[in-house]
């Protein structure tokens, strides 16, 4: 093969633009080696330059908990990757490496809780005959990084392919290579045929290149519990399950309710008594409803949410998470490159886009920001804020808190995240303007640093 021609026959998009990549010298530039990682945490890399006792961050503003007043200009202090001191106006400090952001407004790292680093919209369906696990991390791997640039300093990563996410997530947390840190589900666990099993392969090829055990298939209380339990043995920091059928999956089955209520009960009671929370790919109302009694913690989707299941949630304390990237039409591939089947049920859930955040307004649902990357584009996920103001309609305060305070406590992770205090991860992003006024300048960030490490620091882009 000639790897100055990624279009040459054999080479899957996945492939084509994992090299793209490469060549552009962004792989090289990111795997440069990073301090190690702290052990008792999810990724904590000591911050600032050795030569440096501290990174000093001068900000015109700073929004430290969204939701709250920001503050006026602003001295944030970073020792060994994590913030040290916040202090009014702009202080010196003697021996210490300053970045000046005193013309923009810094604000936590932002979470996007619904990614899947290992495919795209271009991702095909036979790609698992051309690419290998290599290709599919070193792929994984430039969409992290893509993430991470714009802001994204943490995800959760709900389905990608086999293990490649695994050494992904492990690589970043020992501050091997920059990304997002990342908590993962692994393969999705599905009724045999449904969304997140494969289809439209022959036979032979679908047995050939994604077996049974492989794809998180289950049938039946007693074997969804054993998935349940492999995923937690091979690391899984949460368990992600489609209860509905999916509108992206090659079937005309429609998005009603796939798993059984008593696989439900079974795969929430085992994940629950090790430790784990479900998040549930749920469209349909029925599916919805019975994933909510039977005790998920998140519904990702939600598309067909109905107001009695709304009260539900908002009375047993269910996050939706909304994921409106799917549905909004701009910026995705040519809904032409899709199958028929994938057509009509994309065309039906446009239709009730935003209906699920109107009701989550509306009665009190706990929101998180998750935009389904990977099916919308990698390294736009802050489109959906607009997207969540809109059609909510959220205030801008509310959507960024959606993606900081809230995300995080989703995750279980607000002793470390989600905001800006003394002891908390270094991650903080700055951009010019106000998101409490203009939330789509989060889609603009021009400063992103991540447990102390400066991963960009661009002057405002005129606009």
Known sequence: MDIAKPSAPGWSPRRKAMLSVALAGGMAAAMLPVATAAADAPSANPSAAPSYGALV???????????ERALGPTTIVIRDGRVAEIRSGHIRYADALVIDLRDRTVLPGLIDMHVHFSFSSETQLWSAAVDTPEDVALFSFSNAKKTLEAGFTTVRDVGSDGYPIH???????????????????????SIVGGHGD????????????????YTGACTGAVECALRV??????????????????????QARGLGQHLTNAELESIVATAHDLGLKVAAH???GQGVTASVRAGVDSIEHGTYLDADTAKLMAARGTWLVPTLGLVDGAGHAD?????????AKMAEARRVSGQNIRLAVQYGVKVAFGTDAGVSPHGQNARQFRLMVEQGPMTPMAALRSATVDAAELLGQSQHVGSIAVGKFADLIAVSGDPYRDITVLEHVSAVIKDGQVIRNQPPATR
């Open 57 to 67: 961050v001068h900000a015109g503003a700073v929004i430290a908990v969204p939701g």
């Open 167 to 189: 050494a992904l997530r492990d690589a970043i947390a020992k501050g091997r290579v920059h990304g997002p840190r990342i908590f993962l589900s692994g393969t999705s666990l």
């Open 198 to 213: 494969m289809s439209g392969l022959n036979r032979k090829a679908t047995e050939a290149l994604y077996p049974y055990d």
């Open 229 to 250: 339990r492999e995923a937690a043995k091979y690391g899984a920091d949460l368990i992600k399950i489609t209860s509905t059928g999916g509108i992206m999956s090659q």
């Open 282 to 284: 749920a469209h349909g």
């Open 335 to 343: 809904d032409a490159r899709l199958t028929p089947a994938v057509r």
